[in-house]
């Protein structure tokens, strides 16, 4: 008896026939059709997420986070320029708290995740040990303090409710939002026992 290996095996993706696959110049054994074997890698998705929030976090930086309407004129920060103004008016600490979250934070995701990514594809000679394990975790940890900025704009456009001030979330919000998410599917879609076949 033929024990054929799965790997072996290949669909057709016109008629969804499964050919034995002959390494190169395969053709559909139903329709004709050619065929390719695609052979993914397992850190694909989690790339694809984390380039995803990278892109995502350029507009959250260069677009207004929130938007104040007072009496019919308009005015809006990025977040750096919100910061140096509670920086500037005093408010050090919550000053210090959203350029934690809002511009650390986030970075240090991109960065570790890339490590990671990077890492178990290919791992790191010499002399440099760093913990993947506690990279990840860390990562895990530190990921949904991103959102501090976009809960602070939901909390003040749903509390001021004044006939002459108006707050509305700005693009800047959205983008953000959209790369803390991206960000933690990134995290999601690793595969943490790459991490050990690596060590």
Known sequence: MCVIDTDDLIPCPVCEAV??????????????????????????????????????????NLYPMMLVDQFGSESGSTIMGGIMELWGHGDYPIALIILLASIFVPISKFLMLAYLLVSVRDPL???????????????????PWSMVDVFVVGILAGLVHLNSVKIIAGTAATAFALSVIFTLLAAHAFDTKLIRGNR
Request: hydrophobic fraction near 30%.
């Open 19 to 60: 050919n034995i696959d002959k390494k190169k110049n395969n053709t559909c054994r139903r329709c004709g059709s050619a065929i390719h074997h695609h052979r993914s890698t397992p850190t694909e998705k989690s790339w694809a997420f984390l380039i995803t929030a990278i892109i995502c976090y350029i507009p959250a």
């Open 125 to 143: 000679r010499g002399e440099i040990r760093v913990n993947r394990h506690k990279v990840y975790y860390f990562t895990e940890l530190i990921g």
